[in-house]
């Protein structure tokens, strides 16, 4: 079945750049996202790229895609003590309605 | 004007009650879902309608009813509960296309 996993925990410092990885089981995802969480608030749309794409840019957030690893990344660089919070990958087939989520990492910045 | 929106945000009961958590949304999306979300922060689709209709349903007690009244609308029934209930649940609404998931604020059950 679908999986999409993420380590559990990233800690950067203000200012540096932070790299939060996913890797999914379904080769025919087409659309591939990243949410963040903010405490006590619903999942926001940070970014999504299409499968037929290795890398998307906006502003500080870089996600590149590497399908033959089905390995998903989102770079923040100069992050900062507000983009603290959980972050989620999704997957989604083009075929269906389900978006499968990842484990969340929590990134903590450290002022 | 709130995008995705539930109530109650918060709801504190005791095992073997009944309650309901309604959703609505003001974007004029077709498809709308119900997540559960643990302690854990992991994040499980329940259900989701299409235009009214059923099209996922996981595995999910069937202490768990969904309805959808309309398609901007979709509430959530619970019966029984059960202490492993507590999470809090999220709406979220879809269109066609990139198909961006909009959520609501989300519905924190606690069960005593």
């Known amino acids: 079945g679908e999986d999409v996993e993420q380590s559990l925990f990233l800690s950067v410092r203000e200012g540096d750049s932070s790299v939060i990885n996913c890797t999914y089981t379904?080769?025919?995802?087409?659309?591939l996202y990243w949410y963040k969480q903010e405490p006590g608030a619903g999942l926001q749309l940070l970014t999504y790229?299409?499968?037929?794409?290795d890398m998307k840019q906006d502003q500080r957030l870089t996600v590149l895609l590497n399908k033959k690893d089905k390995h998903l990344s989102l770079r923040i660089a100069d992050t900062q003590t507000g983009d603290s919070a959980i972050y989620f990958c999704?997957?989604?087939?083009?075929?269906?309605?389900?978006?499968?989520f990842g484990t969340g990492t929590r990134l903590k910045v450290l002022a | 004007d709130t995008a995705v929106s539930q109530t109650p945000k918060y709801l504190v009961t005791q095992m073997g009650n009944d309650k309901s958590i309604k959703c609505e949304q003001n974007?004029?999306?077709?498809?709308m879902y119900w997540y559960k979300q643990d302690s854990k922060k992991f994040l499980k689709i329940m259900f989701s309608?299409?235009?009214?209709?059923?099209?996922i349903n996981e595995t999910v007690p069937n202490r768990f009813s969904p309805k959808s009244p309309d398609k901007a609308h979709l509430n959530l029934h619970i019966n029984s509960l059960e202490l492993g209930d507590s999470a809090v649940y999220f709406c979220?609404?879809?269109?066609?296309?990139?198909?961006?998931?909009?959520f609501g604020e989300g519905s924190r059950l606690t069960v005593l």
């Open positions: 979220a609404s879809s269109q066609a296309g990139t198909g961006e998931l909009f």
């Open positions: 379904d080769s025919s995802s087409t659309y």
């Open positions: 790229i299409f499968s037929n794409m």
């Open positions: 999704a997957e989604k087939n083009s075929g269906t309605y389900k978006y499968i």
């Open positions: 974007l004029g999306h077709d498809t």
């Open positions: 309608y299409n235009n009214k209709e059923l099209i």
